[in-house]
């Protein structure tokens, strides 16, 4: 589902945030991505839904060629792919509900199935109840929730999650892992960012370790 | 483009010039100040070409005659007349009729009349030019030749006004251009700080619209509508100023003596000049926008 072949990235001439990686995670698998501060974590999760571009090296996501992909189907790639982040970045002006319509209007989803949508997402998250209160009332677990509703409007295959639990204590963290280990379960596969080594252990699962850029560990490979 | 989609589309553009308040404001003001001066010096010119165009169209030339002048002498300068290029017609009008005609005009004042023993009044022929002929230089050579013909006078012809408006018009069009790019460079740039602004300030939504999928056409949409509408609204109010002015103006002129400038009629711009207008406002400020979305949303 994703493939890196020898990717490396450096920032301005002396930054080599990646060196020589290479990764094969298949379709519905889930993978914990640890390493240390500054491992280039979020770089390798940049380089997926094309923020960034490699320096050298190749990678395909979904069978696409993310690095040779033209900037117009930049949009269909990311419509494969759910983000989401340690700051939820959610809309705090709007409620939680539109938050979600904004996607659905993006991508020209028509109105009716938008609000099924969002009902259905809503309630798989648990907070159907709090469609119409603004995100900034809702606790960090449940800002967290709403942005991984939001990261599935576009049904996505691919979930890639940096630091998703970053800002919770652990108990909420445990409650986001577990949502994402039953959509995980349904078939989505979803590579998780972390340097929290206590939410890896728990979770025997793939984990693969980056350390100042290079894959120093994989238990799945 | 799908009718939900453009009401949605036209529903966040008229949210971003809500939230634009004062800076949408300034775009707005900017665009017009801008538009009303192109204006100004669009209708002066078009004014100014039309008196033109009137008076070549009518342009004379007199040729008054010698009292002393020979029926022979006249009908051979007629006959000369008729040959020549420059001229499209020739109308004669002797001592009586001149005489004729002045009574006519100066009807009610009598008393001009009365230090009038014999008729003062010479002879003339009336020339009407044609177009390609009414240069300074080649009317002057024209009348040079036609003096040294026996039995005339005297040649009359009013080439000097006719030159300074043509080079008042020209001087405009100059004016014009340079004012309206310097202007609507300036108007530009307040237009794509403004837009610029509207693009920080909807930071947050723009990365969540990229992350999921959005097209650049459907992120850079509202912005470039948004400035095209500032442009759109700053030229409709420079127009309407425009008009207002105009309206003034000939009416003033209405009330000063009649002939001056030849403005009493007066013309505005027509249908076609007042949508280039607009279109103009309305092209800076997409203009504006664009640049400031090129700029400032990245892929
Ligand atoms: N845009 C950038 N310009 C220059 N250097 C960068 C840039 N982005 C990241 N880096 C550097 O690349 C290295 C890897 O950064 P990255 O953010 O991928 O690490 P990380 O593993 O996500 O760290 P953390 O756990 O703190 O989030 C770091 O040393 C970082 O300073
Ligand atoms: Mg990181």
Request: proline share 3%; with cysteine.
């Amino acid at each position: 589902m994703i493939q890196f072949f020898r990717v490396q990235k450096t920032f301005g001439r002396e930054m080599e945030a990646l060196r020589d990686v290479s990764l094969d995670i298949r379709k519905g698998e889930f993978v914990f991505l640890t390493g240390p501060s500054g491992a280039g974590k979020t770089t390798l999760l940049r380089l997926i839904f094309r923020d960034l571009l490699p320096t050298a090296g190749q990678i395909l996501v979904a069978g696409r060629n993310v690095v040779r992909l033209p900037g117009r189907e930049v949009p269909a790639l990311r419509r494969m792919l759910g983000v989401i982040f340690q700051d939820c970045r959610l809309l705090m002006d709007r409620t939680v509900a539109e938050n979600l319509h904004v996607v659905a209007r993006a991508l020209g989803t028509a109105e009716e199935e938008a609000r099924r949508k969002i009902g259905y997402l809503l309630r798989q998250v648990g907070l159907l109840h709090r469609a119409n209160q603004s995100p900034s009332s809702l606790s960090g677990g449940e800002q967290q929730r709403v942005a991984i509703a939001r990261a599935l409007m576009n049904d996505p295959l691919i979930l890639l999650a940096d630091e998703p639990t970053g800002n919770l204590d652990a108990e909420l963290a445990t409650d986001v892992i577990r949502l994402l280990r039953e959509l995980n379960a349904r078939g989505m596969t979803i590579l998780l960012a972390t340097h929290n080594a206590a939410l890896v252990s728990d979770q025997a699962k793939r984990t693969v370790v980056l350390k100042a850029g290079r894959v120093v560990a994989d238990n799945g490979a | 483009m799908r009718l939900p989609r453009l009401g949605a589309l036209l529903g966040d553009t008229l949210v971003n010039l809500r939230r634009g308040g004062w800076g949408g404001l300034a775009a707005v003001g900017a665009i017009g100040v801008c538009s009303l001066i192109l204006g100004c010096l669009w209708l002066l010119t078009v004014n100014l070409q039309a008196i033109l165009s009137d008076w070549r169209a009518q342009f004379e030339v007199v040729v008054f005659l010698r009292d002393d002048i020979t029926a022979e002498q006249r009908e051979r300068l007629r006959r000369w007349l008729h040959a020549e290029a420059a001229v499209a017609d020739v109308q004669y009008t002797s001592k009586e009729e001149a005489l004729a005609l002045f009574k006519r005009e100066v009807r009610g004042q009598a008393s001009l009349l009365e230090g009038l023993g014999e008729n003062p009044l010479p002879a003339s022929f009336q020339l009407r030019i044609r177009e390609g002929h009414q240069t300074g230089t080649a009317l002057r050579a024209f009348a040079t030749a036609l003096e040294r013909l026996e039995g005339v006078e005297e040649v009359l012809y009013g080439r000097e006004w006719v030159d300074q408006v043509g080079r008042l018009v020209s001087v405009l069009q100059v004016a014009g251009w340079a004012v309206g790019t310097i202007l609507g460079g300036a108007a530009i740039f307040i237009v794509a700080n403004t837009i610029r602004l509207a693009v920080y300030a909807r930071a947050e939504e723009i990365e969540v619209l990229r992350l999921v999928g959005a097209t650049r056409g459907y992120i850079r949409a509202p912005f470039i509508l948004e400035g095209f509408f500032q442009g759109l609204l700053g030229g409709g109010v420079a127009l309407l100023l425009l008009f207002a002015g105009y309206r003034f103006v000939v009416w003033r002129l209405g009330l000063a003596p009649p002939g001056l400038l030849g403005l009493g009629g007066g013309r505005f711009l027509e249908p076609l000049q007042v949508a280039g207008l607009l279109l103009t406002g309305a092209v800076l400020g997409g203009a504006g926008s664009l640049l400031s979305v090129r700029r400032f949303l990245k892929a």
